[in-house]
Nanobody, 117 residues
Framework: QVQLVESGGGLVQAGGSLRLACAAS???????MAWYYQAPGKRRGLVAA???????NYADSVKGRFTISMDKAKNTVYLQMDSLKLEDTGVYYC????????????WGQGTQVTVSS
């Protein structure tokens, strides 16, 4: 059973910073970990992804502001969010992509990020 536990969300003023963390536990063959974002009434979309070959991908809206990183020893992926904007407000979900006969996706419970003016 794979579990993802997120932390680090909260309330921050525009221009401020937050760091999200997602700790994974259980048995899996890691292919990638990622952060997704869902604003109220909107569909969930990719924010940033870390691939097992070390490459990273970012949504255009966060390039230059957010940084995804992975601590393999701790099985934890981080999302450093700087220069936060009002439109970054929403729930951030951690995602783990595991290799197997088929690709399997696991989700965290989500953590709320609220950016105020």
């Amino acid at each position: 059973q794979v579990q993802l536990v997120e932390s680090g969300g909260g309330l921050v003023q525009a221009g401020g910073s937050l760091r999200l963390a997602c700790a994974a536990s259980g048995s899996y063959r890691l292919n990638a970990m990622a952060w997704y974002y869902q604003a109220p009434g909107k569909r969930r979309g990719l924010v940033a992804a870390w691939l097992n070959d070390g490459t990273t991908n970012y949504a255009d809206s966060v390039k230059g502001r957010f940084t995804i990183s992975m601590d393999k020893a701790k099985n934890t992926v981080y999302l450093q969010m700087d220069s936060l904007k009002l439109e970054d407000t929403g729930v951030y979900y951690c995602n783990l992509e595991a290799l197997g006969t088929t690709m399997t996706y696991y989700w965290g419970q989500g953590t709320q990020v609220t950016v105020s003016s």
